[in-house]
């Protein structure tokens, strides 16, 4: 059984920059893909971005391409998201998750309990 868990939430100034850790067990990332997700106040879950075990990388949300990156270190079996020019709306719930096989999909089958991001002046 899988689990993720997410760390790096915390309250940010609008501009400033985060770094979202997810933490992978029981799944190597070899052989399956991790997603980014984020739950604002009042709104669905939407998928942000996501990394294969080829190293392909898909940004689902146009909010935050340019802006955010994601990469992974197998050695710490670890996924990133590296969040620059953060803006209020990017205030949310961030969960990580993973699919069962190595494939990008928003359709997710394990996930992360979330952390909290706040982007506020």
């Known amino acids: 059984q899988a689990l993720l868990v997410e760390s790096g939430g915390d309250l940010v100034q609008p501009g400033g920059s985060l770094r979202l850790s997810c933490k992978v067990y029981?799944?190597?990332?070899?052989?399956?893909?991790i997603g980014w997700f984020r739950q604002a106040p009042g709104k669905e879950r939407e998928g942000l971005s996501c990394i294969d075990g080829y190293d392909h990388t898909t940004y689902w949300a146009d909010s935050v391409k340019g802006r955010f990156t994601i990469s992974r270190d197998n050695a710490e079996k670890s996924v990133y998201l590296q969040m620059n020019s953060l803006k209020p709306e990017d205030t949310g719930i961030y969960f990580c998750a993973a699919p069962r096989l190595n494939m990008c999909k928003r359709d997710m089958d394990f996930w992360g309990q979330g952390t909290h991001v706040t982007v506020s002046s």
């Open positions: 029981g799944l190597s990332l070899d052989y399956y893909a």
